[in-house]
């Protein structure tokens, strides 16, 4: 390898097709590095240090729970709220039972009396041979004493 | 392959696709048991990289578990498109160049300078180093640890994921976030150094001739 290629590897400038290739033959015959690399043993962490990590985990997993919660709480409050809100500011239809009882009253105690007075009027003609409108029968008369 | 989709290639661990997909999907219903599983097939291989990158075994430990929890709350955003060990390695080099930076810490300290590494730049190929050949002992592995140690972070890190991870140009070039070419050129350099320190070691003690 020329010295103006290995110094455009050096400042990672970029090269030209054929100094590309030429790196790339480089890279792909056989190397120490490789052989070497492979040899090497894998780390194993402790038991110790896989529980502490397993515990981290669950308290992050509890922590992204209760913030979803925690969300979901807090817009729940917020939209029972503003549901309120809005409620409360509607227009209420007026409910006058009063005003109800007021007209129905009448119709119904004008019914009732011209039913009950009818009642009489005819119970005591019937009965006694007296109209009401001649007066009441338990007065003693002036002729009479 | 067990029954959980484990495959030991080797002494490595490793998930196929299709169970990878799986264990991805019920990490995101936040399942503490399936993300367990991927820890179990990578956690070795992550604190091997994170250990050779910081050289602080205790900080490599925390490091380590600072991925897996990093990877558990943010595995929601995994959109797929990289391999979930890419992924993985992508976090933890990101958290090596964090540690460095707060540890204000040049991240090339125990790098040699340029003029150095252009030294180092010579032909590595060599059909004397096939795997076979080479029987690791500690000493030689203590050899490996301080040419590794030796090196600048940015080929360290492309040698680490290259040559002991296995993984492609692409997908280097997608966890350390530089071009494919800059890959290419760092793993040349790596070689280099790794050949000329454990090299002149193999020949000294007589290994090769």
Same mark, same amino acid.
């Given at each position: 390898?020329?010295?103006?290629?290995?110094?455009?590897?050096?400042?990672?400038?970029?090269?030209?097709?054929?100094?590309?290739? @030429?790196?790339?033959?480089?890279?792909?015959? =056989?190397?120490?590095?490789?052989?070497?690399?492979?040899?090497?043993?894998?780390? @194993? =962490?402790?038991?110790?240090?896989?529980?502490?990590?397993?515990?981290?985990?669950?308290?992050?997993?509890?922590?992204?729970?209760?913030?979803?919660?925690?969300?979901?709480?807090?817009?729940?409050?917020?939209?029972?709220?503003?549901?309120?809100?809005?409620?409360?500011?509607? =227009?209420? =239809?007026?409910? @006058?039972?009063?005003?109800?009882?007021?007209?129905?009253?009448?119709?119904m105690s004008n019914i009732e009396e011209s039913l009950v007075s009818a009642h009489k009027e005819a119970d005591?003609?019937?009965?006694?041979?007296?109209?009401?409108?001649?007066?009441?029968?338990?007065?003693?008369?002036?002729?009479?004493? | 392959?067990?029954? $959980?989709? %484990?495959?030991?290639?080797?002494?490595?661990? &490793?998930?196929?696709?299709?169970?990878? &997909?799986?264990?991805?999907?019920? /990490? *995101?219903?936040?399942? %503490?048991?399936?993300?367990?599983?991927?820890?179990?097939?990578?956690?070795?291989?992550?604190?091997?990289?994170?250990?050779?990158? $910081? *050289?602080? +075994?205790?900080?490599?430990?925390?490091?380590?578990?600072?991925?897996?929890?990093?990877?558990? &709350?943010?595995?929601? *955003?995994?959109?797929?498109?990289?391999?979930?060990?890419?992924? #993985?390695?992508?976090?933890?080099?990101?958290? /090596?160049?964090?540690?460095?930076?707060?540890?204000?810490?040049?991240?090339?300290?125990?790098?040699?300078?340029?003029?150095? +590494?252009?030294?180092?730049?010579?032909?590595?190929?060599?059909? *004397?180093?096939?795997?076979?050949?080479?029987?690791?002992?500690?000493?030689?592995?203590?050899?490996? +640890? &301080?040419? #590794?140690?030796?090196?600048?972070?940015?080929?360290?890190?492309?040698? #680490?994921?290259?040559?002991?991870?296995?993984?492609?140009?692409?997908?280097?070039?997608?966890?350390?976030?530089?071009? %494919?070419?800059?890959?290419?050129?760092?793993?040349? $350099?790596?070689?280099?150094?790794?050949?000329? %320190?454990?090299? !002149?070691?193999?020949?000294?003690? !007589?290994?090769?001739?």
């Amino acid at each position: 390898m020329n010295s103006k290629l290995k110094k455009k590897l050096v400042d990672e400038q970029a090269l030209s097709a054929a100094e590309a290739l @030429e790196l790339d033959q480089a890279l792909d015959s =056989p190397s120490l590095s490789r052989a070497l690399m492979s040899k090497l043993t894998d780390d @194993e =962490p402790s038991l110790a240090w896989r529980s502490s990590l397993n515990q981290s985990l669950i308290k992050a997993s509890g922590a992204k729970a209760a913030s979803k919660v925690l969300k979901w709480g807090s817009g729940i409050v917020v939209t029972a709220a503003a549901a309120l809100g809005i409620i409360a500011l509607l =227009p209420r =239809p007026v409910v @006058e039972p009063n005003r109800v009882l007021v007209k129905s009253q009448p119709v119904m105690s004008n019914i009732e009396e011209s039913l009950v007075s009818a009642h009489k009027e005819a119970d005591l003609e019937s009965g006694l041979g007296v109209s009401l409108s001649q007066g009441s029968t338990d007065a003693p008369s002036s002729d009479s004493l | 392959m067990d029954r $959980l989709g %484990v495959a030991y290639l080797g002494a490595r661990k &490793q998930i196929d696709l299709a169970t990878e &997909q799986a264990l991805v999907a019920q /990490c *995101r219903r936040q399942d %503490v048991q399936a993300f367990g599983k991927i820890v179990d097939a990578y956690q070795g291989r992550v604190l091997g990289f994170v250990r050779r990158m $910081l *050289r602080s +075994e205790e900080e490599a430990l925390d490091v380590t578990q600072e991925v897996f929890i990093k990877a558990f &709350q943010s595995v929601a *955003r995994f959109d797929g498109r990289s391999s979930l060990r890419t992924w #993985l390695f992508r976090i933890a080099h990101n958290l /090596c160049v964090d540690r460095a930076r707060k540890a204000e810490r040049t991240p090339d300290q125990h790098s040699l300078d340029a003029a150095s +590494e252009a030294d180092d730049a010579i032909e590595f190929s060599d059909s *004397r180093w096939s795997p076979e050949s080479l029987v690791m002992n500690d000493e030689l592995s203590e050899v490996v +640890e &301080q040419a #590794l140690g030796t090196m600048s972070d940015k080929l360290r890190t492309v040698l #680490l994921l290259h040559d002991r991870e296995d993984m492609a140009y692409e997908e280097i070039a997608a966890a350390v976030d530089v071009p %494919v070419g800059t890959v290419k050129s760092r793993l040349f $350099l790596a070689r280099a150094h790794m050949q000329r %320190v454990v090299g !002149g070691y193999l020949e000294m003690d !007589g290994r090769v001739q």
